[in-house]
């Protein structure tokens, strides 16, 4: 499990925009927190500088007690291991096969080739997707694809999970299974952090919300 703590975090790009000001907050190991606000707001780059896709201006963001500064290139790739992502886009491979897809960052990471086979049906299974294995994105519903996502995401099984509105393209129903496999990940002790602009989903799960309004942390939402 991992835990996530920004501290006086700022972030500002080139062109004088001011992502994030002053944000500072505590997700403890095991958590499962949402991350809201409007489009702009702040939230994906809040996932950012977690992954280390992007780094602060000010301020210091730690990960599991490590402060992410110490972290440099070399040691990144080792660093992201522990983290999944998902994203709105699922991002797959289009002339990839949902195995193949899947399979990617076992590849990039060495391992042989029956741990791949093993870990990639192992995490289909948990997504509900064991039989499509061999089919390609194009063949697959819009929350088919987002579940490949998911699976690939937790292929390594991470201990600490980030999805940037993992539900932006789906419909209600689609959404709530969407979100049951998170927090069927958070069950098994994974913390999770989801940014989502939908208040009635994110009201409706009833868990802890940090909202974002212009960069910055105007309102917390702690479920008793």
Do not use: C
Not at 116 to 132: E, N, S, T
Not at 167 to 184: K, Q, Y
Request: proline content about 4%; charged content about 25%; overall charge positive.
């Amino acid at each position: 499990m991992s835990s996530v703590h920004f501290d006086q975090v700022y972030k500002r790009y080139e062109n004088g925009h001011e992502a994030m000001r002053h944000v500072t907050f505590q997700v403890n190991r095991g958590e499962f927190v949402f991350i809201t606000g409007h489009s702009g707001a702040g939230k994906s780059t809040l996932l950012k500088l977690i992954m280390l896709m992007e780094r602060p201006t000010r301020g210091q963001i730690f990960v599991d007690g490590k402060n992410l500064k110490s972290i440099g290139s070399r040691a990144m790739p080792y660093f992201r291991r522990s983290i999944g992502v998902v994203f709105q886009d699922h991002q797959l491979i289009p002339d990839r096969t949902v195995f193949d897809n899947i399979a990617l960052p076992l590849i990039i990471s060495g391992y042989p080739d029956k741990d791949i086979g093993r870990r990639v049906r192992a995490a289909l299974d948990k997504v509900g997707l064991l039989k499509k294995e061999n089919y390609y994105p194009i063949a697959l519903s819009g929350g088919e694809q987002q579940r490949v996502g998911i699976a690939r995401a937790v292929i390594n099984k991470p201990t600490l999970l980030l999805a940037d509105e993992p539900t932006g393209n789906l419909d209600p129903e689609l959404s709530n299974e969407i979100m049951e496999l998170f927090m069927r990940f958070n069950r098994a002790g994974v913390t999770v952090l989801i940014a989502s602009h939908d208040r009635s989903l994110v009201q409706a799960l009833n868990y802890r919300t940090l909202q974002l309004e212009h960069g910055s942390l105007i309102e917390e939402e702690v479920v008793a």
